[in-house]
């Protein structure tokens, strides 16, 4: 050990940073995008989470009560059609987080001195999100009951029954589509975007890099194989790959994390086919951009990285993001192929309500690869 | 020689352009990457059937050249006309790309290493949709003519470097194109499965009536070109004929025996000058003999005794090259002109060789009598595979020593045990007086080494690297400054020191990264393929640098290299093969072996040359070679051979040839002996 040496080459190590831009862009950009990124992104509040309200009593203090919900920031009034499925309709198309049912003679209980029943069933698919809500729940609840007792002890007292009780509304909360609130249930599926998005792109940035990098590019460049010949070649395999990842995913979340599928099958296959197509896509778009090896691994995977956990829902569902953050998460497919996954997957949603998602997954991977056509020269100018 | 029948079908379809345009013609063009000029102003045509040469260092520009023509790299400003066809537009590319075939620079690097030599053949062809019907013969006729028949099921990655570039040749010509366009095809591949490549080359053209544009670093591969272009940074420094251009040039060399101060004196005079035992190398400009002799003389001083003997020779291409380079170089090379007095004053950068360069020999021994390093059946294995075998060697203080053989001989492994890198796997490698299995770090402080990939940190300055490696050696601040000192100077490196290490020249960073490796004084110093592109001048001032080292530092030197001229600049050489040492003497009882054993070197000049080629094989001379557009036989009576040469050719119906008598180089040495014993493995195995 000698600390000349060790100066020697720590010397030149801070030299070749100062002189390398990638370099230094990776150790001073990236980590000031890192947190400002994940500062905004994890954050645990819940705001303007939909709210399906089903008022079976429509009397004045049940609208009251539903007021006393609605008058936060948090929620939102999202309108439900008919009663008829009890709201859960607006659950399964994402609309709604919340349905909450008021039953009838929620007034009659009330002035009689017999607890009213309320219940709310909250959407389980996004564990943190739905324990979170459930707390709001909880506390809004509290405080009409505060509020419901102050209000009858000022009126006389003893003489309605109700006062008598320590909670006149009782609330019941229920979480649909995992009921436990098992976080690998919310989880496991969702990897599948995360991984989707990460892999095809990685496999297909490289092998054309590679080929930039060692010359073979050049016996494509110098030959009649078109453009689009070329992109299709390297497609093909990578999306046949990516496919099959995914169906294999796909079955081990089924059979080893048992997490149930409610969806119909050829439906989301075949949604991971356009996510792969896109990805694969993305992928092509960065090989466009890049000259080596290394660059393209970088850029693939922290890109994938941050758009899968920041900018498509994972953590949060995505309506209660900032407007910033839901614009930028409109430019990858992640977030859309993320709502068919939690509506197909854990709610049994069919293509009648996720035919806007797919056909935008198209139309990503169509414009994708378009612009990657566009991109791509064999006649280069460096 | 083998594999050089002639008998090749056409494999191409009948020819479609005009008979008379030129298949390239370029015009003015220029490229820039950034504020990098790559190519400046450079025009040139390349007729139908010629096989055409851009000849030039790493960063000559010629690559930039062959992918504007290949159609795959836009050019800034001029015009590229390929077939006719103006290339201005990716659009415009395309049309041309069907009847060229381009295969990039690297070895190997384009083919798909996993592939077997067959499917690396059948992707080309399906890219460019050869049917079935004519790829099977096609196919079949290539492999053959490349000897790779045997190697159909072997992936690509398992080739050595020649074959390698053999199987590139084959994956380009599989769509029969009119126009091939080969970058640096036999760069890094040792000199036998040059030749081959070549003669192979040559053999394609002529029965497929192809066109062919070809670079090479490797100047004495020029003489194998129907036409040339010299090109130096992006310019085109001389083009034309390879015999025109010699003749034109206005440069005679004068071979000059004298006393060693007189020959000392040359170099004060005369841009160009070599020095080698006794005798010096000079390269005057005159447009005749006499007055190239008369120069000569006026140099030497008039007062010598015994009266020097000067014999004038016409120069090679590297001549004109290099005396082209130095008057581009300005200032710092230029011939001195007479003074006043009409005294020739010295050039002021061309300092006279010290008085320890001057001594014929190399001193025999430094450090008393110690081994500088003393192999001892040195064996290496890989799995099973034998890569070095019981390699034996010694190589004196003061001593430049060259260790040569083809790609896979085992000279790398070989340097990796002496330095310590690898451990043998039996025998005993010495270095410094101790046996590198046991040495730890002061021994490693002893030796330098400098690898064949660039070792140096491209983003840093020629000074801070310097004063890196000094740091990584342990030197004081004090210490490291003097030696980074030292280095500059040795290196001629003076006014660079603040330049980035990456933008310098090719010969430039090999000087520094030579100094890198000098700067804790080692007194041994290992060099695998130290002038690996590196331009002429570049090389050349790389060697002045090594032989100051040996002659006035005692340094040994062990070095490796592809270039066969700088095996003649080698005070011994050990020619490695198969893994093991096949000979170990001086370059010139190498050379008296070789005349001893097979006789002289006879350069024989007939037209055409192939069946010239195939006239004198069938005349008994089994062993004649194809260099450029000349024969080469070996025999022991000159004028025995001659009739028999004429007679051979006569029988062929061909003209009498013009044979001159030659003397040998390191290559012919190196070819034959490898070629006899690749025979005699060849014939061991059949028994």
Known sequence: ?382 | MPGTDTSVAAVRPAAVSTINAPVVALAGIGKRYGRMLAVDDVSLKVERGQLYGLIGADGAGKSSLMKMVAGVLAHDCGTVEVFGVRIDSERAAERVKARLGFMPQGLGLNLYPELSVEENIDFFARLRQVSAAELAPRKQQLLEMTRLAAFRTRAAKNLSGGMKQKLGLVCTLIHAPELIVLDEPTTGVDPVSRRDFWAILAQLIDAQRLTALVSTAYLDEASRFDRLALMHVGRVLAEGEPAELVAAAGLRVAQVQAEPAALAQLAAHFAQTEQTAGAGRVVVTADDDESAAAAVRAALGSDQHPVPKIVITPPDLEDLFVARLQALDGAATTRPAPDADGRFKPNRNQRPAPASERGSAPPSEYNGGTHAIDAQSLTRDFGGFRAVDRASFIVRYGEIFGLLGANGAGKTTAIKMLTGILPPSAGIGRVAGADMRQAGQAIKERIGYMSQAFSLYTDLTVMENLLLFAGVYGLTREQARSRAQWAVALGDLHGHEREPAGRLPMGLRQRLALGCALLHQPRVLFLDEPTSGVDPIGRRRFWGALRRLAREQGVAILLTTHYMAEADLCDRIALMFAGRVVADATPAQLKAELTAERGQLLEVSAEPPLAALAALRAGGFAEAVLHGRRLHVLAHDAAEAGTRIDTALAAAGLAAARITSQTLTMEDVFIHRVLALEAAALARAAA
């Open chain 1, 1 to 382: 050990m000698n600390l000349a040496r060790v100066l020697a080459l720590a010397g030149k190590e801070a030299r070749e940073v100062r002189r390398d831009r990638l370099y230094l862009l990776l150790a001073f950009a990236l980590p000031l995008i890192l947190l400002v990124v994940f500062a905004y992104g994890m954050t645990t509040d819940v705001e303007g989470i939909g709210l399906v309200v089903i008022d079976e009593d429509g009397t004045p203090t049940s609208r009251r009560y539903a007021e006393g919900f609605l008058s936060t920031r948090h929620f939102v009034h999202a309108r439900a059609d008919a009663a008829a499925a009890r709201g859960e309709t607006a659950l399964i198309d994402g609309r709604a987080r919340v349905v909450l049912w008021i039953g009838p003679h929620f007034e009659r209980n009330l002035n009689a001195g017999r607890p009213a029943e309320v219940l709310a069933q909250i959407d389980g698919a996004f564990t943190t999100s739905a324990r979170t809500i459930h707390g709001y729940l909880e506390a809004i609840n509290a405080q009409t009951n505060a509020e419901l007792r102050t209000e009858t002890m000022a009126a006389g007292g003893a003489r309605t029954p109700s006062a008598g009780l320590v909670a006149p509304v009782q609330l019941q909360t229920r979480f649909l589509y995992n009921p436990e609130l098992r976080s690998v249930v919310t989880v496991a599926p969702s990897l599948l975007m995360l991984v989707l998005l990460l892999v095809p792109p990685l496999l297909i940035a490289v092998s054309v890099v590679r080929e930039k990098e060692s010359g073979a590019i050049f016996n494509i460049a110098s030959s009649t194989v078109t453009r689009l010949e070329f992109l299709l070649g390297k497609l093909i395999p990578v999306v046949v790959i990516g496919v099959a990842n995914g169906l294999l995913l796909w079955v081990v979340v089924i059979v080893w994390f048992s997490v149930p599928f409610r969806g119909s099958v050829p439906q989301f296959a075949l949604a991971i086919v356009l996510y792969v197509l896109a990805t694969s896509g993305l992928g092509l778009l960065v090989s466009a951009a890049v000259r080596t090896q290394q660059a393209a691994i970088i850029i693939t995977t922290i890109t994938a990285v941050i758009v899968a956990t920041q900018f498509a829902g994972m953590f949060a569902p995505l309506e209660t993001a900032s407007p910033v953050n839901r614009a930028l998460a409109r430019l990858f497919p992640a977030a859309d192929f993320l709502a068919i996954v939690r509506g197909m997957y854990l709610r049994g949603a069919g293509i009648d309500i996720f035919w806007p998602e797919l056909l935008a997954l198209a139309a990503y991977a169509v414009l994708v690869l378009a612009l990657a056509h566009a991109l791509f020269h064999k006649r280069t100018t460096a």
